[in-house]
T-cell receptor
Framework: DAEITQSPRHKITETGRQVTLACHQTWNHNNMFWYRQDLGHGLRLIHYSYGVHDTNKGEVSDGYSVSRSNTEDLPLTLESAASSQTSVYFCASSGLAGVGTGELFFGEGSRLTVL | GENVEQHPSTLSVQEGDSAVIKCTYS??????FPWYKQELGKRPQLIID?????GEKKDQRIAVTLNKTAKHFSLHITETQPEDSAVYFC?????????????FGIGTKLQVIP
């Protein structure tokens, strides 16, 4: 069955370290998204991609970067982790090219703690 | 960009009663309005959605209504059950040709009291 997976599921790191969260989908979806979830803020968009080599900034992109070298993967990198980036991160995908229902399929989430 | 406001942030109802969650959006070009349910410790999952050319959609005990003029849409859950307890997110999206960017509300934590 097609799926979307994230790794690691839990990570503790220190301020200033670089962290990469992996996201891999086998839906063959063109659209991929990274959200962070914080109490009182819901799901906020960090970065998104509409296809290979396409990346776009969301509403809370400062301190984060992504790259899309193939259809399946959209890794999220925190260049220099800050305590404000402690959060639960969700990757999501949608939309076969030109078709699709619009439904977002979410990964299981990655809980990141920055000490 | 799109801004989605969602009310209330928390909602407690007795089992069997109805629950209503309301959302407003700002971008008149948004044309796709999904609702996601997130159970504790789980990932969000789509429960119902509505497109801008439709005013109401129903699926068993859940229904969504859309008022494009007022830029307002709502989720209605009837005959609530304990398993309906979760966080519900509304969202708005401009969906065209398979491409979209989804903006979420802050979520409503629904508690159904047995």
């Amino acid at each position: 069955d097609a799926e979307i997976t994230q790794s690691p599921r839990h990570k503790i790191t220190e301020t200033g370290r670089q962290v990469t969260l992996a996201c891999h989908q086998t839906w063959n979806h063109n659209n991929m998204f990274w959200y962070r979830q914080d109490l009182g803020h819901g799901l906020r968009l960090i970065h998104y991609s509409y296809g290979v080599h396409d990346t776009n900034k969301g509403e809370v992109s400062d301190g984060y970067s992504v790259s899309r070298s193939n259809t399946e993967d959209l890794p999220l990198t925190l260049e220099s982790a800050a305590s404000s980036q402690t959060s639960v991160y969700f990757c999501a995908s949608s939309g076969l090219a030109g078709v699709g229902t619009g439904e977002l399929f979410f990964g299981e989430g990655s809980r990141l703690t920055v000490l | 960009g799109e801004n989605v406001e969602q009310h209330p942030s928390t909602l407690s109802v007795q089992e069997g009663d109805s629950a209503v969650i309301k959302c407003t959006y700002s971008d008149s070009a948004s044309n796709y309005f999904p609702w996601y349910k997130q159970e504790l410790g789980k990932r969000p999952q789509l429960i119902i959605d509505i497109r801008s050319n439709v005013g109401e959609k129903k699926d068993q005990r859940i229904a969504v209504t859309l008022n494009k003029t007022a830029k307002h849409f709502s989720l209605h859950i009837t005959e609530t059950q304990p398993e309906d307890s979760a966080v519900y997110f509304c969202a708005a999206s401009r969906y065209s040709g398979g491409y979209q960017k989804v903006t979420f509300g802050i979520g409503t934590k629904l508690q159904v009291i047995p």
